[in-house]
C-alpha cells in the first residue's frame, strides 16, 4: 500500500498549483469503508460536474482583432496595436492555463475511481472549494499583462481626450515636432521611425486638415507627371507649411521636414506605384556573383586575401549587419529614410576600416576606401534590385538641403549607380 501512496505523491508532485488541495493518507481500519467510498462517490459527482458544466466552458473567448489603418490618430493607433497584441497574448496564456487545469482534473478523476476498487487501501480527501478556485484562476504572468492592459486603455482613452481637445492644426504640429524631438539625431539632423508619424499623416491627409487643398493637389496621381518636379513641389508645399505654422526653429524645421516627406511618399509611393517604379533590370546583382575586391574598386588591404566577398560579408559580424541595413532599403517609401539608412550601414563600414586597419595611418576613412568597403558589404548582402532602389533615391531625395551625413549619402548612392553600371560592363566583357 506503500507503494500506492507513493507513486500518487509523485504524480501530484507534478502538479504544485494543486497539491495544496488534494491529501491522500493509508485506510489503517476497514470498518467504515462502505461510509468512506460513499463519500468518494460523492466526491466525484462533485468534480465529475464542475469539470464538465464549469471548467471546460471557461475556455477564454479569442479577441478579435480589427484591421488597423489610419482611422486613429498615430499614438492612439500605436497604443492600440499594444492593447491588441496584448489581448492575444492573454488569450494564449489563459488557454494554456486552463489546459493544464483540464488536464489535472481528468488525471485526478481517473485515479479516484482507481480508488473505488476494493484493492485499494487509500482514502482522499479534496478542498474543493480551493481547487475550484486555483482551476480557474489566473497565472500571476496573465495577471501582470491584464494590468498592463488596463493601464494602456486607460492612456488610449486620455489620449483620445486630448486629440479631441486640442484646438487647432498649428498646436497639434507643434506637439508633434516636440513629442519626436527627443528622437531627433542631431548630428546626422534625422529621425527613425516614430509613432506619431501616424498621428501627422491622419492630421494632414485629413479633410478638414487647415491646407487640405494643397495636400490633395500635391497627392494626386493626375499632377505627377515629371519625376525631377514632384520633390520640388514636396518641398514647395512642405515650405508653405512650414510658413504657415510659424516653425522656426532649425531643429523643429529640420523633423518637420522629415516627417512631411515620409507622409508625402508613404501616401504616393502607395497609390500611384508606377510613378516610382521603372522596373529596372536588376543587372548588377546577376553580376555581382563574379565581382571582386578589385573590379568593385573595394581596398584588398583591407580584407583577408583570397576570400570570397559574399562570404566574407555574411560571416563579419559589423558588416552583416551594415548589409542587412542595405537589404532593407526597399521597404521603405522615402527616399530620406533610404539615405538615413544608407548613413547607417556608412557608420558601420567606418567602423570596420578602423577595426581591420589597426594602428595603420593609411587614408582608411576616405571616400575612395570607405565607397569600396560599401560597395564590397552591396554585393554581399541580399538587396535585389540595386539599380532600382538607387536610381529611386537619386531621383527623388532633394538636391539641396541635406545635413552633411545625408549629402555623403546621396554621393555615395550616386556612386553605386557608376560603380555599379562599371561592374555590369566588366562582367558583359568577360562574357563576350
Not at 468534480?47 to 482611422?71: A, E, K
Amino acid at each position: 500500500m506503500t507503494e500506492e501512496k507513493n507513486a500518487f505523491d509523485q504524480w501530484l508532485s507534478q502538479w504544485p498549483r494543486f497539491s495544496p488541495y488534494v491529501h491522500v493518507n493509508i485506510r489503517t481500519d476497514d470498518g467504515d469503508r462502505a461510509e468512506k467510498r460513499e463519500v468518494l462517490f460523492q466526491l466525484l459527482g462533485n468534480l465529475t460536474h464542475f469539470y464538465h458544466y464549469i471548467l471546460i466552458p471557461s475556455h477564454p473567448q479569442m479577441p478579435v482583432i480589427p484591421s488597423m489603418s489610419q482611422q486613429k490618430p498615430g499614438i492612439t493607433s500605436f497604443l492600440a496595436r499594444q492593447h491588441f497584441y496584448i489581448q492575444w497574448k492573454v488569450f494564449r496564456l489563459q488557454s494554456k492555463h486552463l489546459t493544464r487545469s483540464i488536464q489535472f482534473l481528468d488525471e485526478l478523476l481517473t485515479k479516484l475511481q482507481d480508488f473505488l476498487k476494493e484493492t485499494s487501501k487509500l482514502d482522499v480527501d479534496v478542498e474543493n472549494e480551493g481547487l475550484y478556485n486555483q482551476s480557474l484562476s489566473e497565472s500571476p504572468k496573465c495577471t501582470k499583462l491584464i494590468k498592463l492592459d488596463t493601464t494602456l486603455v486607460t492612456k488610449i482613452t486620455h489620449q483620445e481626450s486630448q486629440i479631441n481637445m486640442s484646438p487647432n492644426d498649428s498646436v497639434v504640429i507643434h506637439q508633434i515636432i516636440f513629442g519626436m524631438s527627443q528622437s531627433f539625431d542631431r548630428n546626422a539632423m534625422f529621425i527613425k521611425s516614430h509613432p506619431l508619424q501616424e498621428y501627422f499623416e491622419y492630421l494632414i491627409f485629413s479633410p478638414k486638415f487647415e491646407y487640405a487643398p494643397d495636400i490633395i493637389n500635391l497627392t494626386h496621381p493626375d499632377n505627377m507627371t515629371k519625376e525631377s518636379q514632384f520633390t520640388l513641389n514636396v518641398i514647395a508645399t512642405m515650405h508653405k507649411l512650414v510658413r504657415g505654422f510659424q516653425i522656426t526653429e532649425s531643429v523643429d524645421t529640420a523633423i518637420f521636414s522629415i516627417i512631411f516627406f515620409k507622409a508625402i511618399f508613404n501616401k504616393c509611393v502607395v497609390e500611384n506605384p508606377s510613378f516610382f517604379n521603372k522596373s529596372f533590370e536588376p543587372t548588377f546583382r546577376n553580376s555581382a556573383q563574379l565581382a571582386t575586391f578589385e573590379t568593385i574598386g573595394a581596398p584588398q588591404e583591407l580584407f583577408p586575401q583570397g576570400t570570397d566577398i559574399r562570404n566574407f560579408i555574411t560571416t563579419n559580424p559589423i558588416l552583416n549587419k551594415a548589409g542587412l541595413i542595405l537589404t532593407s532599403l526597399p521597404f521603405f517609401c522615402s527616399p530620406l529614410d533610404m539615405l538615413g539608412s544608407i548613413h547607417e550601414a556608412l557608420s558601420l563600414v567606418r567602423d570596420y576600416a578602423s577595426s581591420y586597419s589597426g594602428n595603420k595611418k593609411d587614408d582608411v576613412h576616405s571616400f575612395d576606401s570607405i565607397f569600396g568597403i560599401f560597395m564590397a558589404t552591396l554585393v554581399g548582402c541580399d538587396l535585389v534590385n540595386v539599380e532600382e532602389t538607387f536610381w529611386f533615391i537619386n531621383t527623388f531625395s532633394p538636391m539641396d538641403g541635406l545635413s552633411g551625413q545625408l549629402e555623403y549619402a546621396k554621393a555615395t548612392s550616386a556612386a553605386v549607380l557608376m560603380q555599379a553600371a562599371h561592374v555590369v560592363r566588366a562582367y558583359n566583357n568577360e562574357e563576350n
